[in-house]
C-alpha cells in the first residue's frame, strides 16, 4: 500500500513537470511557427517558463519531503536486503538447504528492492526528458534573453535529475548494484569469520 502511494505520487509529479515544460515548448512554438495564436512575443516564453519554474520547484518541496519522511524506511529496506542477500548467500556455500520461509524473504526483499530503485530510476528517466525539452527550446529560441533564461531553468533542474537520498545515496539501479555488490563483498568476509 504505501509503495503504490509512493509511486502514484512520483507518477503525478514526473507527469506535472513534462506538462509544464511541454506548455512551454507549445508557447515557444507558436512564436516562432507564427500559426497564429494569440501569443506573439518572447514575454509570453519567458511567462511560460517562469510558470514551469514554479511547478518545477513545487514538485521540487514534494519531492524533498517525500525523501525527509521515507529515507529511514528506505535505507531499512535496502540495508535488511543486504544482510539478507549475505545471509541467504552464506547458507548457500555451507550447503545448508534454504526452506520456504527463506526464499520468500529473499524473494520478497528483492522485490522490494529492485521496485524501490525502478521507481526512482523511472522518476531520474522523466526529470532526463524535462531538460532534454528544456535543451531543445534553447535551441529553437533566438532571444538572447530567453536562452539565458532558458540555461538558468536547466540549471536549476539539475537537483531534480538524481532521486537524491539526503545525500547518501540515489534511488536509482546504481543502488541495486550496490546492495548486489556489497552482499557479495560481505558473504566471503562471514566465511573467513567462522
Known amino acids: 500500500m504505501p509503495l503504490t502511494l509512493i509511486t502514484k505520487l512520483l507518477d503525478l509529479l514526473s507527469r506535472q513537470m513534462l506538462t509544464a515544460v511541454q506548455a ?9 511557427g507564427g500559426t497564429g495564436g ?24 514534494i519531492r524533498q519531503k517525500l525523501v525527509r519522511y521515507m ?6 529496506i535496502l540495508a535488511y536486503s543486504t544482510f539478507t542477500f549475505t545471509v541467504a548467500a552464506y547458507f548457500l556455500i ?5 526452506s520456504g ?12 528492492v529492485l521496485y524501490l530503485c525502478n521507481l526512482g530510476h523511472t522518476f531520474n ?3 532526463d526528458k524535462v531538460v532534454g525539452i528544456l535543451k531543445d527550446l534553447n535551441v529553437m529560441t533566438t532571444n538572447p534573453v530567453s ?6 531553468v536547466i540549471s536549476g533542474m539539475a537537483e531534480l535529475q538524481r532521486f537524491n537520498m ?5 534511488l536509482d539501479y546504481s543502488t541495486l548494484l550496490t546492495v548486489i555488490f556489497l552482499s557479495t563483498l560481505l558473504t566471503p568476509i562471514t566465511l573467513i569469520k567462522t
Not at 44 to 61: G, H, K, P, W, Y
Not at 71 to 76: D, G
Open 125 to 127: 528517466n522523466e526529470m
Open 147 to 152: 536562452k539565458s533564461r532558458v540555461m538558468e
Open 71 to 76: 529515507f529511514p524506511v528506505f535505507s531499512l
Open 101 to 112: 520461509g527463506t526464499l520468500n524473504m529473499i524473494i520478497c526483499t528483492s522485490t522490494c
Open 166 to 170: 539526503c545525500g547518501w545515496y540515489c
Open 94 to 98: 555451507q550447503g545448508v538447504l534454504l
Open 38 to 61: 494569440d501569443l506573439k512575443t518572447e514575454e509570453d516564453f519567458i511567462l511560460s517558463l517562469n510558470n514551469f519554474e514554479c511547478r518545477a520547484r513545487s514538485v521540487e518541496v
Open 24 to 32: 512551454s515548448l507549445d508557447t515557444l512554438s507558436l512564436i516562432t
